[in-house]
């Protein structure tokens, strides 16, 4: 599967933003569980939200608890992100990913996944 994530801008400090992840290919979205990771200038890459294929299991990094709502709409192939209370240090490259079919799990690191979006940038100001 092939995944073209979308939604980042600018946005104050408080505010919200959605974003999308669409998902092409032979492989259906539909079959992979997904999952969220964010990478900030000068820092590694960190895990954010993830969801189980069905949509029935959900996780977040600490950070975000609370403030972003991990979703998928499988009969379009898309994947969301919705953040709410946004934060400076949310600042950051958004990645969506799509888990190896088969993993018995929910997917929380990068090695759980194969396929990776290009990247939206989400930057907020305060």
């Known amino acids: 599967v092939q995944l073209q994530a979308s939604g980042g801008g600018l946005v104050q400090a408080g505010g919200c933003l959605r974003l999308s992840c669409a998902g092409s290919?032979?492989?259906?979205?539909?079959?992979?569980?997904m999952g969220w990771f964010r990478q900030a200038p000068g820092k590694e890459r960190e895990f954010v939200a993830a969801?189980?294929?069905?949509?029935?299991?959900?996780a977040y990094a600490d950070s975000v608890k609370g403030r972003f709502t991990i979703a998928r709409d499988n009969a379009k192939n898309t994947g969301y992100l919705q953040m709410n209370s946004l934060k400076p240090e949310d600042t950051a490259v958004y990645y969506c990913a799509a888990a190896h079919l088969g993993l018995p799990r929910i997917g929380l690191k990068g090695e759980d996944f194969y396929s990776w979006g290009q990247g939206t940038l989400v930057t907020v100001s305060s």
């Open positions: 290919g032979r492989t259906p979205l539909n079959l992979h569980g």
């Open positions: 969801i189980t294929l069905s949509g029935a299991s959900t």
